[in-house]
């Protein structure tokens, strides 16, 4: 069986995005009822359930996004997982995906006409997975992190030209990574599920150095896992949502502060 090897890359259709601007200006009593959409809603004549100031009936009329024909770009061996970022800070979104069986990163740097670039491969970790980006070296510009149980950093020198895989030691993940600020220091942390299915966060020391501290158990039920972060009880910390492919239940893992983490929800 031949392996899936290309990107697809969709884009809203320009036609849509005019129609729509169009569609949203062009009359301000769109259900012709002879009042103001406002003065609909404001009387409660028409719900407006998505606060968008037009009466949902309106809504409805509007068609659906049209998607142009995908565009393909070349990827390696079975590409896993995509990151998305300005890449070689110019200012519009890049995309790299993990390549498993060729051990190596695609990377598409965005022609800032709705398309992009001719792929470039970059060399990767032994069977990359999961793949991120962000800034982890402070020096302005999107890195690289992959993982496929251990973990590898690719830095990023500037205008999207990247090191080799520098693996992190110690660091080992069974999930998507997860890059932000856990601790608010102004370092980028890293969080992931690990193959004893803990949800564990690395802290950003500076200078290549990594501090292990949060370590939250999930279930013995093993499998890939998903990451998500927000600060889900409004206390200014970003907490964690953790699920794995063998489990059928939702963990919220809270951001207690000091660097600590606790489990105290599941869906």
């Not at 895989?165 to 992931?192: T, V, Y």
């Not at 290549?208 to 890939?224: E, I, K, M, N």
Request: hydrophobic share 40%; glycine share 8%.
């Amino acid at each position: 069986m031949e392996k899936y090897n290309e990107f697809f890359v969709f884009t809203l259709s320009p036609h849509f995005e005019l129609f729509f601007f169009a569609s949203s200006l062009q009359s301000t009593d769109c259900n012709h009822n002879g009042l103001d959409n406002r003065i609909d809603i404001a009387a409660g004549r028409s719900r407006d359930c998505n606060l968008n100031f037009v009466p949902d009936e309106c809504d409805a009329l509007r068609p659906l996004p049209a998607f142009e024909k995908p565009a393909k770009y070349p990827a390696g061996a079975y590409p896993r997982l995509t990151a998305v970022a300005d890449l070689d800070g110019d200012g519009a979104l890049d995309l790299a995906a993990a390549n498993s069986d060729s051990d190596n990163l695609t990377l598409l740097f965005n022609d800032r006409s709705g398309g992009f670039k001719k792929s470039i491969f970059l060399p990767a970790a032994r069977q990359p997975i999961f793949l991120s980006a962000g800034d982890l070296d402070q020096d302005g510009d999107h890195d690289l992190v992959s993982a496929s149980g251990p973990v590898a950093f690719y830095e990023n020198q500037g205008g999207g030209m990247f090191l080799d895989p520098l693996p992190l030691e110690g660091i080992s993940a069974n999930s998507n990574i997860s890059i932000r600020d856990f601790d608010r220091d102004g370092l980028q942390d890293l969080a992931a599920i690990s193959f004893g299915n803990f949800v564990e966060v690395f802290f950003n020391e500076g200078e290549s150095s990594w501090t292990r501290a949060g370590h939250v158990f999930l279930s013995p039920d093993q499998g890939y896992g998903s990451l998500a972060s927000a600060d889900f009880n409004g206390d200014g910390l970003l907490d964690l949502a953790a699920v794995t492919s063998n489990s059928s239940i939702l963990w919220v893992v809270i951001n207690e502060g000091n660097r600590g983490f606790v489990k105290t929800s599941r869906f």
